[in-house]
């Protein structure tokens, strides 16, 4: 077992810093040169005490045409990617929503645990009910014990796949930065697939007997909200193209660049690299890593990775790529699958790269594993936080989860099943609201797992042996990922990853695979498990944990949280389905389980 002193923890923060600044730097020397017109915005300066930091949003429909095909978008602030969260570990996050729209919609922290306020984690149905059609709503988070990279999104209906996305970072205070000489500046890489059409009518298709479970494809995909889309390949041929441009990092020579990768994806899984150039990862989903240098990095749909550039090279421009997995996805007609973006050195000029690969090794030591087959995550054997735990154990709860697709033989539409069991739950009852009732009884389609001691430890096996990949998230944790493969898992045959295994709040479950997570029950809450490729999230993959019921209950719901489940489902939408496309069954809201109840505050 390894140790968590303290005084471990500091010596190999400093350590690695040493190394870091040794090894990358001493080959090039450094330039002091500060070009103003490279720097980014400032992040708010570090205070000793924590801020509350309020955020304005407006929630509108607009159009936006990223990578030069024009169609309809929902933004905040008129901005895509959305406005960017950024503030210091231990702040207070204060986000004031105002719904302009005519639908619901709701926001989810991704990442953030929601330790002690579980009512703003933003799954309608779970933690809240919808924010009503033009009125407003506020969200308040702390972010004790949370740094590194993570972003928000949209959880009414597929609301994100339609411009509902951004960036959250959280800062590292300096004294405490592990990596705070490890680079000079960083630059955000936001990645997505990009559909040509609304979500609606992608939806309504996907959730029909003649889609056949296939997921909509997409269309091309955007690093930091652009692409470039040849507009001769347009389907519909008369949808509005023009040329666009691809984004590109502005950089200085012999810098360190942290990069911030995040996958927004709503169905892809991207291999991102940079032409020429090798990435030393330093953050998988908030937690520090050991460094490890790899060539490209696999990264599936909600997660997270920061890597370091070293702008070492020739003085010129590069190619970023992000090349969609299309062996995990099914067969597109119309689809662009290699995202590019360029990295532009200064003084290189403006012309398009002419790099033509991934960095190739040439000798066997630089040569990285980094995966181990298709639509996997990087090695999991390889990735270690930084600041080590031991695996947790004894197992208390131990839940072995089939995933599976289906038709039910009625509607033949196929739909995405844990255990036998596709979610429908009632985004105007949720859960937590349920749970103040003593006498709440979950019906069997809400999948609810109680968890009802205190240090338990939760262990979660993801059998996927019959299907393609999903990319499993889950609220309120970060968990451990003991083991990862493919086949069957089989407990004590099986390796699992004892020391120091990976902390990280999605990971994926390879194609005909496993994966397997461990968790600590610490955190009163309604959290969410799903797969976070959008679509399978309304086909039913998803299910919950009630964590903590009773002191959940003790906690109360905040009177203007309880507020939201007065307004009734608007026509059309259907009640008791959340994740079910609208128009079909009507059915009353459950308002009035809990109009009584004594506990708002
Ligand atoms: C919502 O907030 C905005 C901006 O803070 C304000 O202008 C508007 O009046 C508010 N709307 C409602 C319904 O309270
Ligand atoms: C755009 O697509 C057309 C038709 O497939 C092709 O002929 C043309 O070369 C493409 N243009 C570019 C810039 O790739
Ligand atoms: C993002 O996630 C999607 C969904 O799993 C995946 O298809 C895509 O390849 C990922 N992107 C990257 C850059 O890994
Ligand atoms: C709430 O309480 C009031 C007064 O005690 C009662 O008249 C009403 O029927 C109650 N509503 C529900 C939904 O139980
Ligand atoms: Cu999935």
Redesign the pocket.
């Known amino acids: 077992m390894q140790t968590t002193s303290p005084s471990s923890w500091l010596w190999r923060s400093i350590t690695i810093a040493i190394l870091l600044s040794l090894t990358l730097l001493l080959s090039t020397p450094l330039t002091n040169s500060f070009t103003p017109a490279l720097a980014h915005a400032q992040p708010p300066p570090f205070t000793d005490t924590p801020r509350n930091r309020i955020f304005f949003w407006k929630v509108t429909y607009s159009t936006l045409a990223p990578d030069g095909v024009t169609r309809p978008v929902i933004l905040v602030n008129e901005k895509y990617p959305g406005p960017k969260i950024e503030v210091n570990r231990g702040d207070y996050v204060t986000v004031v929503v105002e719904n302009a729209l005519d639908v619901p919609t709701s926001f989810h922290w991704h990442g953030m645990t929601m330790r002690d306020d579980p009512w703003y984690d933003g799954v309608p149905g779970m933690n809240q009910c919808p924010i009503p059609a033009g009125t407003n709503f506020t969200y308040a988070f702390g972010t004790d014990n949370i740094v590194g990279t993570h972003w928000w999104h949209a959880h009414f209906e597929n609301q994100y796949i339609d411009g509902l996305v951004g960036v959250i970072t959280i800062r590292e205070p300096p004294a405490t930065d592990p990596f705070l000489h490890a680079y000079d500046e960083e630059r955000n890489v936001i990645l997505t697939d990009w559909y040509h059409q609304a979500t609606g009518p992608l939806l309504q298709k996907y959730m029909s007997p003649a889609s056949r479970g296939m997921e909509p494809v997409p269309n091309s995909g955007l690093i930091n909200g652009k692409g470039s889309f040849n507009c001769s390949n347009v389907i519909p041929a008369d949808l509005p193209c023009a040329p666009s441009e691809r984004a590109v990092i502005h950089v200085l020579a012999n810098r360190r660049y942290r990069l911030r990768i995040i996958n927004t994806s709503a169905a892809a899984p991207f291999l991102f690299s940079v032409d020429g150039h090798q990435l030393l990862v330093i953050e998988a989903d908030g937690t520090y890593l050991n460094p490890y240098l790899v060539d490209s990095i696999p990264i599936n749909s909600g997660q997270r990775y920061s890597a370091i550039l070293v702008t070492n090279q020739d003085v010129a421009n590069y190619w970023m790529r992000a090349e969609m997995g299309t062996e995990c996805m099914p067969p597109g007609t119309n689809l662009d699958p290699v995202v590019l973006g360029e990295i532009r050195y200064q003084g290189a000029g403006i012309a398009p790269p002419t790099s033509v690969g991934r960095f190739v090794p040439t000798s066997p030591k630089d040569v990285n594993p980094a995966f181990s087959a298709a639509c996997q995550d990087l090695d999991l054997f390889a990735l270690h936080p930084l600041k080590p735990e031991p695996i947790l154990e004894p197992i208390s709860n131990n839940y072995d989860i089939k995933i599976s697709f289906k038709t039910d033989g009625q509607d033949h539409i196929v739909r995405g099943y844990l255990n036998d069991i596709t979610f429908d739950g009632n985004p105007w009852n949720p859960t937590i609201v349920q749970n103040l009732n003593d006498a709440a009884e979950y019906s069997v389609q809400e999948h609810v797992m109680r968890l009802d001691r205190r240090g338990a430890v939760v262990q979660i096996i993801l059998d996927n042996s019959r299907g393609g990949e999903h990319p499993f998230h889950l609220h309120g944790h970060t968990f451990q990922v003991v083991a990862q493969g493919l086949g069957v898992y089989e407990e004590g045959k099986t390796p699992i990853n004892t020391i120091n295994p990976l902390r990280r709040d999605t990971a994926t479950v390879p194609k005909h695979g496993f994966t397997v997570i461990r968790f600590k029950v610490d955190n009163p809450g309604v959290w969410a498990l799903h797969c976070h490729i959008e679509w399978h999230v309304t086909t039913g993959l998803v299910m919950q944990f009630l964590e903590l019921p009773d002191e959940l209950r003790a906690m109360g719901i905040p009177k203007h949280v309880a507020k939201l489940c007065e307004t009734p489902a608007p026509a059309g939408f259907k009640a008791n389905t959340g994740f079910m496309p609208a128009g079909a069954k009507r059915q009353a809201p459950a308002v009035?389980?809990f109009?009584?109840a004594t506990h708002f505050h």
């Open positions: 009035a389980a109009a009584n």
